[in-house]
């Protein structure tokens, strides 16, 4: 999966699914999306934010960048939470060892545990074949032989 076909699964097709399962493709491609938006963001509230520290500019462009910037986050977190826990489905496990991972995360110095754990999990191969989450995204057309 590229760069916009993902971009395209988190956004529009998928945009606040929480079942079945993302590869890791999807998700750091999402991701990478996210971080160049996010980037992007920067850059204008600093070149909006400088312009008014000039002088030049005026407080009403500041709030309408800070409004519009806060809904850009309230529209991606929906995406970012549910490709994350669909990350978590790929590897068969639920998506409620996301929501306490992330809550054990605001915990000083044993979030940072909380953290590495999410980032491993993201990093690690999904599990081959079906599993309780749905069909392989890598491979949809294999099957999982039970006792074979």
């Not at 079942?19 to 980037?39: D, K, P, Q, T």
């Not at 599993?131 to 294999?142: C, I, M, Q, W, Y």
Request: cysteine-free.
């Amino acid at each position: 999966m590229g760069f916009t076909e993902a971009v395209r699964t988190v956004f529009k097709e998928k945009y606040a699914t929480f079942s079945g399962r993302a590869s890791r493709s999807e998700y750091w491609w999402s991701y990478l999306f996210y971080f160049l938006a996010m980037i992007a963001f920067v850059v204008v509230v600093s070149g909006v934010l400088a312009a008014s520290v000039a002088g030049s500019g005026s407080s009403s462009l500041m709030i309408a960048v800070t409004v519009i910037g806060g809904f850009v986050v309230l529209g991606t977190f929906l995406p970012a939470v549910g490709v994350q826990v669909r990350r978590f489905h790929d590897r068969n496990i639920s998506g409620w060892w996301y929501l306490a991972l992330f809550i054990v995360s605001m915990i000083p110095y044993i979030g940072i545990i909380a953290g590495i754990t999410i980032l491993v999990i993201s990093m690690l191969p999904g599990t081959e074949g079906p599993n309780k989450f749905g069909p392989d995204p890598l491979r949809p057309e294999a099957r999982a032989e039970v006792f074979a």
